[in-house]
């Protein structure tokens, strides 16, 4: 047991000096070009099924590049490109139900596109992402309500991450995506985390 104990101080010796190197302080970011960490990053979606519980899924195959400017956030720049087909709920009948003309008709409307148009900062480390989110060929203005992570050296590839989570709801139908309504909810809510690599 006391082998054991003195182990685990020791991993915990080694390791502290590298997760320091992240700081959840903005003033303290480095900014540059970003590209996102696919293997660190979801978009996650949920909504009422029929009043009795929330369902989920996400987007597990999109790209998307940030310009980050931390001492003037609001000349940071967000793109974000998504393939439909990388929809996931894991059941695969739903899926291919998503991918259908009934909803997200994938084979018609492959991807997804969001692209910031303004950039306003809310607090110490939260600010607001309008854009437009282009989705089944209809594009809807949407403000995303991100809150910045942190940013440093990662301890294992040793390239400098910076991290942000964001969030927001959208009605479904203004994309024209009205499949089971109004018993299945209209409101949508996105959460997404993401980890971006410095180029």
Do not use: C
């Amino acid at each position: 047991m006391k082998l054991a104990t003195a182990a685990l101080a020791a991993l915990l010796a080694f390791t502290a000096p590298a997760l320091a190197q992240s700081s959840p302080d903005p003033a303290k970011a480095e900014g540059g070009q970003f590209q996102v960490d696919k293997t660190h990053a979801k978009i996650i979606f949920a909504f009422n099924h029929l009043g009795f519980s929330t369902s989920y899924g996400l987007f597990s195959d999109f790209d998307a590049t940030l310009s980050f400017d931390p001492k003037a956030p609001a000349q940071s720049a967000l793109a974000v490109s998504i393939n439909m087909d990388g929809i996931v709920t894991t059941v695969p009948k739903f899926d291919a139900h998503l991918k259908s003309p009934d909803l997200f008709d994938t084979a018609k409307f492959p991807t997804a596109s969001f692209k910031s148009t303004a950039i306003e900062v809310t607090g110490p480390a939260t600010g607001r992402i309008t854009g437009e989110l282009s989705l089944r060929g209809v594009t809807r203005t949407v403000v995303l309500d991100a809150t910045f992570n942190g940013a440093g050296i990662h301890p294992m590839n040793k390239k400098y991450i910076a991290g942000f989570n964001a969030s927001t709801r959208l009605k479904r139908s203004d994309f024209g995506l009205t499949y089971g309504l109004p018993v299945v909810g209209d409101e949508v809510t996105l959460t997404i985390s993401a980890e971006f690599i410095r180029q």
